[in-house]
């Protein structure tokens, strides 16, 4: 069970609190960040709600103020009491805005990817259709593996985190039907080239990193996929991701 720091719903229309709702399953959208440190800090937190605002357009959830009370929300919600390492999640659909609190676990080293053939609908949007995942990664040490999305022999991102793939230090991601995060467009910035190509589950151990980004996971190194004997064999590129990423956080302003 996810042990909740704050978990709060309020009706869309007047914003007025109601009984908690996670609105998993629902038509709508989310989005999660990671909330950290005292004054607190949420990385890449202007990106993340533009993101939510363009999505809730295509799933036509139309409130003129949306933006504005998110940010209020948020704002009410935080207590500068306490210092952060949280993921912050807000999530809506067309009667309800949801948002919640709950520790950031950090991924180990000795990380481990099960394949599963699952994937998201309607990927191309953070949506709220996450029950069937959430099945899985309920069941796992959510520090030491994550569930892999396969379909039609490929496969796509993880249950929580977009996929790099490194082969002779060149990067690698599917070409597409999968959710492109805040994180992944972090990482574009800034590595040279990634190259887009279908990602075959029998093709896997070709390469030799395979590597998680997200707001949950930040950056983490897969270590194994035991159902195929994959092992990495490198540290190299996870380490210059790692790097990048612990920049962009050392360079994350309080949030006000």
Not at 1 to 6: F, N, P, S
Not at 106 to 116: A, G, H
Request: with cysteine.
């Amino acid at each position: 069970m996810v042990k909740y720091l704050l978990k709060k719903s309020y009706q869309l229309k007047d914003l007025k609190e109601i009984e908690f709702k996670d609105l998993w399953g629902d038509r709508g959208v989310f989005t999660t960040m990671w909330i950290f440190e005292n004054p607190s800090k949420i990385l890449f937190f202007k990106e993340h709600i533009n993101n939510l605002i363009k999505s809730t357009k295509a799933f036509s959830i139309s409130k003129s103020s949306l933006r504005s009370d998110i940010l209020n929300l948020i704002k009410n919600n935080i207590n500068s009491k306490i210092k952060y390492n949280h993921l912050l999640r807000v999530a809506v659909n067309k009667k309800i805005l949801s948002i919640s609190l709950r520790k950031r676990i950090k991924p180990k080293l000795n990380f481990n990817l099960k394949l599963v053939k699952l994937k998201r609908q309607k990927p191309e949007f953070k949506n709220l259709k996450y029950k069937e995942i959430i099945k899985h990664l309920s069941k796992l040490d959510n520090s030491k593996s994550d569930i892999g999305l396969c379909s039609n022999k490929k496969i796509f991102e993880t249950g929580t985190s977009n996929l790099l793939f490194v082969k002779d230090d060149k990067f690698f991601s599917p070409i597409d039907k999968f959710y492109k995060g805040i994180t992944y467009k972090f990482f574009k910035s800034k590595i040279k080239k990634i190259t887009k190509k279908d990602i075959f589950v029998n093709n896997l151990k070709e390469f030799d990193e395979i590597i998680l980004i997200g707001s949950g996971k930040g950056v983490a190194s897969v270590k194994t996929i035991s159902q195929l004997g994959w092992q990495r064999k490198s540290l190299k590129n996870y380490n210059i991701l790692s790097k990048y990423y612990k920049l962009a956080v050392t360079k994350c302003k309080v949030y006000r």
